[in-house]
């Protein structure tokens, strides 16, 4: 079984920024792909980023290139989301997913495994 765990999300003010990590644990990740999505309130979940752990290859939404970055640390089983030039529309609950799979995945579907989220609130 695989256990994800966010942390880092917060209050920001527009323009700011914020760093999310996701800690996994429960297997080696070498062979997964692990993404962060969003869920904007009143919305469905949308895609922000994914990453493969075993070569790093990634993908970003348009909505988020050039101001998020998405990493691993495998030997902290820990994924990241550098988030900058936060906008009041980043607004979401920030969930990590992962999957055994090839490719990198883009819909909430491709994903087995979620964590419980965490707030970030842009205020303009």
């Known amino acids: 079984q695989v256990q994800l765990v966010e942390s880092g999300g917060g209050l920001v003010q527009a323009g700011g920024s914020l760093r999310l990590s996701c800690a996994a644990s429960g297997r080696t990740f070498s062979n997964y792909v692990t993404g962060w999505f969003r869920q904007p309130p009143g919305a469905e979940r949308e895609f922000v980023a994914s990453i493969r752990w075993s070569g790093g290859s990634s993908s970003i939404a348009d909505s988020v290139k050039g101001r998020f970055t998405i990493s691993r640390d495998n030997a902290k089983n820990t994924m990241y989301l550098e988030m900058n030039s936060l906008k009041p529309d980043d607004t979401a609950v920030y969930y990590c997913?992962?999957?055994?799979?090839?490719?990198?995945?883009?819909?909430?579907?491709?994903?087995?495994?979620w964590g419980q989220g965490t707030q970030v609130t842009v205020s303009s």
């Open positions: 997913a992962a999957t055994y799979t090839v490719g990198i995945p883009t819909t909430t579907r491709g994903y087995t495994y």
